[in-house]
């Protein structure tokens, strides 16, 4: 039924994730068949929501069963008792992870302090069986410009949504063109390649300006 259904952390309820042709799986960092993936694995998404339906982009196994992997948002930081919480992108469930003396906080290859964990800001972080947290990657910032180049593989016109591949980092990242002129917008189709300068407003990456004709490698947060 290309149909995976999944125990979210952080959240109660179970949820279903839709598959596609498009849906990569990796364990350990090398490709493997959907056929790979057995129940009771430890998985990380990158999904889509296409109407009221979650499709799945890219499956990671972990095979550790130490450790695990969140993504999501900040929605708190206690720095009196080193509480972060994380509404957690999956479950949309919030989250609480305890900060240790050895966590690890990054902003690109940067060792960054406790008080860029602001309100808003997009995170990965990696826990351990107690939820106590070893490392965290800041992804965004809200007021943060970044630009992304990469193929487009998703099209949504009426919700005016592109998804892009970005080519940095191979990853997916969900881009709203409420900004970009409609006759540029008729010109974007799946496949095409794009560089698109957005600005992450805390909610979502919002496009400022989009260039067709783009080839070159895509930067980080300007």
């Known amino acids: 039924m290309n149909r995976i259904v999944l125990q979210p952390f952080g959240g109660k309820k179970q949820m279903k994730v839709g598959l596609d042709t498009r849906t990569h799986f990796i364990r350990d960092g090398k490709p493997i068949a959907e056929r790979d ?7 990380y998404l990158d999904t889509m929501l296409n109407g009221d339906r979650v499709f799945a982009k ?3 196994i ?42 690890v906080i990054k902003r690109g290859e940067q060792t960054v302090h406790r008080s860029d964990l602001v309100e ?8 351990g069986s107690q939820r106590e947290v070893h490392e965290i990657i800041l992804l965004a910032m809200p007021g943060t410009t970044f630009t992304f180049a990469g193929r487009v593989t998703y099209l949504d016109l009426s919700r005016k949504l592109i998804a892009i591949n970005n080519r940095s980092d191979g990853k997916n990242y969900d881009v709203y063109m409420e ?8 010109q974007l189709h799946e496949g095409v390649n794009v560089g698109v ?24 947060p300007q």
């Open 179 to 186: 900004a970009i002129a409609p006759n540029l917008l008729r």
């Open 37 to 43: 993936v057995k129940e009771g694995q430890r998985v």
């Open 197 to 220: 300068t957005a600005v992450f407003d805390g909610t979502r990456y919002a496009a400022r300006s989009v260039d067709l004709q783009s080839s070159g490698r895509a930067e980080g």
């Open 62 to 103: 972990q095979t550790s069963t130490e450790n695990g992997i969140s993504r999501g948002q900040i929605l708190s930081f206690d720095p009196g008792h080193n509480i972060l919480t994380v509404r957690d992108e999956l479950s949309s469930q919030p989250a609480k992870m305890q900060l240790s003396s050895g966590t």
């Open 58 to 60: 890219t499956i990671w």
């Open 120 to 127: 808003g800001a997009l995170v990965a972080v990696a826990f």
